[in-house]
């Protein structure tokens, strides 16, 4: 089973730029589709972006253009590049993978991201 580890959260003003990296192992990272979600106080999670494991993205209206997810397989890691951040997008971000046979899922811990004046 894999295990994630996101970083590279923080406290970022409207209009900058943060670049979240989820770190896996324990297992082939090639084989898996990866995602970043995110949870706001008060607020269910809900998905940001996708990647599979051929490198295909996708990402939610809310974030398109702004938002870049990318892998490196030979570092096993995903990355989410944020930028024009917006108040809205403060959140815990999270990182998830999913087994491209089995479908089973793993999760990181999450990292914060503040974006505020």
């Known amino acids: 089973q894999v295990q994630l580890v996101e970083s590279g959260g923080g406290l970022v003003q409207p209009g900058g730029s943060l670049r979240l990296s989820c770190a896996a192992s324990?297992?082939?990272?090639?084989?898996?589709?990866m995602d970043w979600y995110r949870q706001a106080p008060g607020k269910q999670r809900e998905w940001v972006a996708t990647?599979?494991?051929?490198?295909?993205?996708g990402y939610a209206d809310s974030v398109r253009g702004r938002f870049t997810i990318s892998r490196d397989n030979a570092k096993n890691t995903v990355y989410l590049q944020m930028n024009n951040l917006k108040l809205e997008d403060t959140a815990v971000y999270y990182c998830?993978?999913?087994?491209?046979?089995?479908?089973?899922?793993?999760w990181g811990q999450g990292t914060q991201v503040t974006v505020s004046s």
């Open positions: 990647i599979t494991s051929v490198g295909s993205t």
């Open positions: 998830k993978s999913t087994h491209i046979t089995t479908h089973k899922d793993s």
């Open positions: 324990g297992s082939i990272f090639s084989i898996y589709a």
